[in-house]
């Protein structure tokens, strides 16, 4: 079946760095999400991409629908302690998600 | 409601039991779906509701496994003959289109399953 392969699986990084993950699939995707999740709760969606190619910010996080519409990117610059969380990729047509990329600030 | 609730937020129960689980999706909301999560994966689609129907069921795992979803609002999650690898959370979203539209899931905060 269809899977999401996300990179990388932790990350451990300085407040005020910049972080990029991404997410690849063997599967076309019509549509790519990208979800945070932090203990306790249910994922939260951060930016929806609907087309090849489109590139979309939303605040400091910027995302990019890959051209093959076979990945996806997440950027967030110059991170800051509330972005600590398990970030998740999700493809569109049945919304399968990745495994997630841990992102660990450090004082 | 503001948002998707779930019910109950912790279940324990014991190996063989039956457990009914709750979503609550946000008014309007016609599409539903479950998912399970298990420690350190991403959520896992289970079965996908547009309106009453179940659209997609081919995430439930084996036959102890349903959901229903009667009036086309409310969700129950059964799962019978409970075995310890059903230990998970278990997630439910809701959208305003379906699976064919440009929808965006909205998560309840879900119902951690343990079972002994």
């Known amino acids: 079946g269809q899977q999401l392969n996300q990179s990388p699986q932790s990350m451990f990084i300085q407040e005020g760095e910049d972080v990029s993950m991404n997410c690849t699939s063997s599967?076309?995707?019509?549509?790519w999400l990208w979800y945070k999740q932090e203990p306790g709760e249910g994922p939260v969606l951060l930016i929806a991409l609907y087309k090849a190619g489109e590139l979309t910010s939303n605040g400091r996080l910027t995302a990019q629908f890959g051209i093959t519409r076979k990945d996806s990117f997440l950027n967030i610059s110059a991170s800051i302690p509330s972005d600590v969380g398990i970030y998740f990729c999700?493809?569109?047509?049945?919304?399968?998600f990745g495994k997630g990329t841990r992102l660990h600030i450090l004082p | 409601g503001a948002g998707v609730s779930q019910t109950p937020s912790n279940k324990v129960t014991e190996k063989g039991k039956y457990v009914e689980l709750r979503c609550d999706p946000i008014?309007?909301?016609?599409?539903l779906y479950w998912y399970r999560q298990s420690l350190g994966q991403g959520p896992e689609f289970l079965i996908y509701?547009?309106?009453?129907?179940?659209?997609?069921d081919s995430g439930l795992p084996n036959d102890r496994f349903f959901a229903v979803r009667p009036e086309g609002s409310v969700s129950t999650l059964k799962i019978q003959r409970t075995e310890r690898g059903d230990s998970a959370v278990y997630l439910c979203a809701s959208s305003l289109v379906g699976v064919s539209g440009a929808n965006v899931l909205t998560f309840g905060a879900g119902s951690r399953l343990t079972v002994l």
């Open positions: 599967s076309i995707f019509n549509t």
């Open positions: 008014s309007g909301h016609t599409a």
């Open positions: 509701f547009q309106g009453t129907g179940a659209a997609d």
């Open positions: 999700a493809g569109h047509d049945k919304i399968i």
